[in-house]
């Protein structure tokens, strides 16, 4: 069941992932390909490097979630290497933003130590595999929300695309963790409240 859940969501993402690129702004193409000319010229990129910095630090405590999953021996195969794989997910996202930030000048967050964020996550209580699986999921609606919300706030109509785009892959690791806790479907408009 988890194998074709992931075989569909990653030939989803795959699908976004290339259809989505004709859609970006210039600036944002041009971020993401690695030049900077034409896409540090935007009068308020002070404003996108501050909500690409509050994305950027999700994405860390994101990884860390998962690092302290991931050790505490308390995920089973295949719930483990689906962890492992959205681990890398956040990974992508977080060297895509610290590209986009530095590419506009800007100082990427950094990511504090793996104690920071068990303290912040009382991961002490994480007692089984759902309480784990409970709270990456928590995370994972926080981070959609979160991407959802920063959406109108972008200068750069490029990086609302792309802040679209990661909120997509939160979604889909939320749909499986719902799914793997035997969760009901979501209400219509869940997303972005």
């Not at 795959?14 to 004709?22: C, E, M």
């Not at 509050?54 to 990884?63: K, N, R």
């Not at 490029?158 to 785009?165: H, K, N, T």
Request: aromatic fraction near 4%.
């Amino acid at each position: 069941m988890f194998e074709k859940l992931m075989e569909h969501t990653n030939t989803r993402r795959s699908f976004l992932r290339g259809s989505s690129a004709a859609l970006l702004s210039s600036g944002a193409v041009l971020l993401l390909a690695g030049h900077d000319a034409g896409a540090a010229g935007h009068a308020d990129v002070g404003n996108d490097v501050g909500i690409l910095n509050v994305a950027l630090g999700l994405e860390h405590q994101g990884i860390n979630a998962y690092t302290l999953g991931a050790q505490s021996g308390l995920l089973q195969k295949p719930v483990l290497d689906i962890a492992l794989q959205f681990q890398a997910d956040h990974k992508a996202h977080r060297d895509l933003l610290i590209g986009a930030i530095e590419k506009m000048g800007g100082k990427a967050v950094e990511e504090k130590p793996l104690d920071v964020y068990a303290k912040a996550l009382n991961a002490h209580t994480l007692k089984n595999q759902e309480d784990i699986l409970r709270l990456a999921l928590s995370l994972e609606l926080g981070a959609t929300n979160a991407y959802l919300g920063v959406i109108p706030a972008f200068k750069d109509r490029g990086l609302a695309g792309i802040a679209g785009r990661l909120a997509a892959d939160e979604v889909a690791h939320w749909a499986v963790l719902n799914h793997a806790l035997g969760l009901p479907l979501p209400k219509p408009m869940l997303f972005g409240s």
